[in-house]
């Protein structure tokens, strides 16, 4: 038979399976190095090409943005996409590793990728 636990009594909250570990006599642990802060990558040898494409969207032109570096991580395109947006005041998507920006601004699309560190080629 198994043995029921009275429900309406008070119960003890979940007990420390290390609450009776004896520390003393235990040597002192090694210290843990915090981790060095991740290199910042040299985005200033990455060439990245603009183009200008009007076609299948309506007559709305839009600016793409391909040949992106390699290294760069889907999440690391969708913060420079959102920095973009941001900075440019436009809409735009991430499209496989193309990035998508909306109207016709080429001249301030290439300055904020120049800005970031980039050598840009394509459209002016």
Excluded: W
Excluded at 7 to 33: K, R, T, Y
Excluded at 77 to 93: F, I, M, P, T, V
């Amino acid at each position: 038979m198994s043995r029921k636990i009275p429900v309406s009594a008070p119960q003890n909250p979940l007990q420390s399976p290390f609450a009776a570990l004896q520390m003393d006599g235990l040597p002192e642990g090694q210290e843990i190095a915090p981790e060095p802060a991740p290199e910042k990558v040299d985005t200033k040898r990455h060439r990245i090409v603009l183009r200008k494409e009007k076609a299948q969207r309506g007559g709305k032109t839009v600016i793409v943005v391909s040949q992106l570096p390699t290294h760069l991580s889907p999440p690391e395109l969708e913060n420079l996409l959102k920095a973009a947006r941001k900075s440019l005041g436009c809409g735009g998507a991430l499209n496989g590793r193309e990035l998508e920006l909306q109207g016709d601004q080429a001249s301030r699309v290439r300055t904020f990728f120049e800005g970031q560190g980039f050598l840009v080629g394509g459209v002016s």
